[in-house]
């Protein structure tokens, strides 16, 4: 029997969905399992496993054509048998695929993406991602940016899993890198998180970068690109979130120093935990939520839902432009060791496009953090249906007024964005209150 092949919907806001690349073409053998082709959706690159056994037929989208979920990709039937009353109907008005549509989703990569079997596959050359037959570890983006901006990859530190080098890599570096202060130097670590300084060592020396060629005379002035499927929601999206939704914003001051040793002694306690700043917030949001569960709410048009459950969503930027969320699901009564692990898990595979649907819708909250990039202060938009969401700055050493004396200090911006119709302002400021005494003394988050 003759199955179809349509397009599946792969996330609640997904509408279309683009074909990438064939792993069958026409008049090949199909088996049940067998991988046919990757399509990318509004959130992850996934792949369609073949539903049924016989041979594809006929293939009706090629690759690099978008299309509606419910659209007809192709169909796989017997040789020799009829299949022309299923090319008349192309299924484009379906709004899910049924299981018996011939196509499955499967959003396990070719190759591992967990992050553990990438560092296993890659060397470490002084920061520079390095598989062992001394390939520089790079993106076809980052490879691409590279070339445009007339830079070498052997002298970018990759931040991406495994040290792979992405594309932000090659944009950070600007025409000239700037020289670490006296008695100060960055550390391979402190590069890939953005560049802070530890005073030990020499300065390093002034590196000049090349210069980007500049464009031919009589060139185009400028260049079109079609929007991806997830900048097309991300647009879609914001706009439902930004215009409708009555955003006000709460900013508070938090002193990290208790936080940062914390984060530094980590390793005591776990000889193999790497602790971030990130982990650390995403736990105590987690337990602020707990105690203040009206923030921990979402708007629902005649009424306003209390959720009982913690699931905090971390904003994460993909490779190529735009942003995810995946999910740690019952944060709350998770410990900051299984939080951590789980943080740079999802982290990983979301900068693949690798995760599954069910890792990155659900979340009652959501955290933005650009600290890392050294965004000292920002106010993030509401993921929709959430009713909040905490956008962090990067933690940084300052002056501070200690009683009667100027003393150094840790500090860190924290803005919270609030649906009006969810959350008041006392509300939310009573919740930036106990996250901040959670973070100041972090002593807390152990029990």
């Not at 650009?370 to 962090?392: C, H, R, Y």
Request: glycine letters at 10%.
């Amino acid at each position: 029997m003759a199955v179809k092949v349509l397009m599946p919907k792969g996330s609640d806001t997904m509408t279309e969905g683009k074909v990438l690349k064939w792993a069958k073409k026409e008049g090949d053998e199909v088996s049940t399992g067998d991988t046919l082709l990757e399509i990318e959706t509004d959130k992850v690159d996934m792949e369609v496993e073949a539903m049924g056994s016989g041979v594809l037929r006929k293939v009706l989208v090629e690759a690099g054509k978008v299309v509606p979920v419910g659209a007809l990709l192709a169909v796989i039937a017997k040789s020799g048998e009829d299949i022309s009353a299923l090319l008349k109907t192309d299924g484009a008005g379906a709004t899910a695929p049924a299981p018996a549509s011939g196509a499955a989703l499967h959003a396990q990569s070719s190759e591992s993406s967990h992050p553990a079997a990438q560092g296993q596959e890659t060397a470490s050359v002084e920061g520079i991602g390095l598989p062992p037959s001394g390939r520089i570890l790079a993106s076809p983006l980052a490879r691409r940016r590279a070339r445009e901006m007339g830079l070498d990859l052997s002298g970018i530190v990759g931040s991406g899993p495994g040290g792979r080098i992405v594309r932000q890599d090659v944009e950070r570096l600007a025409l000239v890198e700037p020289r670490p202060a006296a008695g100060a130097r960055v550390t391979q670590a402190a590069a890939a998180a953005g560049g802070a300084l530890s005073p030990i060592g020499a300065p390093a020396p002034l590196r000049v970068v090349p210069q980007r060629p500049a464009p031919a005379p009589g060139g185009p002035d400028f260049r079109d690109e079609p929007l991806s499927s997830m900048r097309k929601v991300i647009a879609a999206r914001l706009v439902q979130s930004k215009a409708p939704v009555p955003h006000f914003y709460l900013t508070i001051e938090v002193d990290m120093r208790r936080a940062k040793e914390l984060r530094e002694s980590a390793h005591l306690l776990d000889a193999g935990l790497k602790l971030s700043y990130n982990d650390i917030i995403l736990k105590a949001c987690a337990a602020a939520l707990r105690q203040h569960p009206e923030v921990n709410a979402s708007f629902q048009g005649e009424s306003i839902r209390y959720f009982n459950r913690v699931h905090v969503g971390m904003a994460v930027a993909v490779e190529g432009g735009g942003l995810i969320t995946p999910v740690i699901r019952d944060c709350d009564r998770k410990s900051l060791q299984d939080i951590s692990r789980e943080a740079k898990d999802l982290a990983a595979r979301a900068r693949l496009r690798k995760l599954n649907p069910d890792e990155y819708v659900g979340a009652t909250f959501s955290v933005s953090n650009l600290g890392m990039l050294g965004v000292e202060e920002f106010a993030a938009v509401i993921n929709p249906p959430e009713g909040a969401i905490l956008a962090v700055g990067a933690v940084v050493e300052k002056p501070v007024v200690v009683g009667d004396r100027i003393a150094v200090g840790w500090r860190c911006r924290l803005t919270l964005s609030c649906d009006h119709r969810v959350v008041d302002g006392a509300m939310g400021a009573k919740f930036l209150q106990t996250l901040k005494g959670i973070l100041e003394n972090p002593v807390y988050l152990a029990f």
